[in-house]
């Protein structure tokens, strides 16, 4: 098997402190009450997910499909106690723990955010490899290679050449903590950018805005489209997505 992916999780914990406060403030039974944590740590899971999935989505895309093991998948699971000290395997998908409040990760700025995303990641791959004996080497050199790219998730998906060959057309992925941006760059044949153009930005994880990144080409020397890949579909029909750039040049 090949590493294709990595996550960072918050998977849910009882806490009885926090029942008992919710119990408190809200004069409701036990039950309610942990409904209620259950519903926050929801929404807290939710929202550490995609603000770490920026970091994470560029360690993997750096490290690239090159590592063997034996899983497709590593997950890291962040807990603030009661530490597992295995690293588990389901179905080709293999979990550790290190010990993390989140609740710390929503006070940090975007850079921290980054930075804390990176280190946490790291942790868990550290403590696989070396109760697995996997060779560490490669995942230190991805860990460098985001720091050295300043943590800066922005690639290119595909650039196309003008039927005339005198332009390019490059469409650019920015990923940041809060929201992916797709992005239009228009450059002659020397490699000088003579436009740029937002496209549209979504939630910051590739299993949603990868939906747009269809079809990129030129329907004539000063046109451009860009059709979803997977077309939204609205009461029963397929309506699709379709961005349409002329250029006046």
Not at 50 to 73: E, H, N, P, W
Not at 144 to 153: K, L, S
Request: hydrophobic share 40%; charged share 25%.
């Amino acid at each position: 098997m090949i590493i294709r992916d990595f996550d960072l999780d918050a998977p849910y914990v009882p806490d009885n402190v926090v029942i008992a406060s919710i119990m408190q403030q809200k004069n409701c039974t036990s039950e309610e009450a942990t409904r209620e944590y259950i519903n926050q740590w929801r929404d807290l899971r939710s929202s550490f997910r995609f603000q770490t999935r920026c970091t994470v989505s560029m360690y993997r895309r750096i490290l690239g499909k090159t590592v063997i093991a034996d899983c497709v998948k590593v997950v890291v699971e962040c807990v603030k106690c009661n530490l597992d000290t295995k690293a588990h395997n389901f179905t080709g998908v293999r979990t550790i723990q290190v010990q993390y409040d989140v609740r710390e990760f929503f006070s940090l700025d975007p850079l921290q955010k980054k930075e804390k995303s990176l280190e946490l990641l790291m942790e868990g791959i550290q403590k696989i490899t070396k109760l697995l004996q996997w060779d560490l080497n490669p995942f230190v050199t991805a860990y460098d290679e985001v720091i050295h790219q300043n943590y800066q998730n922005h690639w290119l998906w595909k650039k196309v050449k003008s039927p005339n060959l005198k332009m390019c057309a490059e469409l650019w992925v920015f990923h940041e903590i809060d929201a992916v941006d797709l992005v239009l760059v228009i450059r002659d044949k020397k490699g000088v950018e003579i436009s740029r153009g937002f496209i549209i930005s979504d939630k910051p994880d590739e299993l949603i805005f990868d939906k747009y990144l269809g079809v990129f080409r030129w329907e004539s020397n000063s046109q451009i489209t860009l059709t979803a890949k997977y077309p939204d579909i609205l009461d029963g029909t397929i309506t699709g997505d379709v961005w349409k750039w002329s250029l006046d040049l």
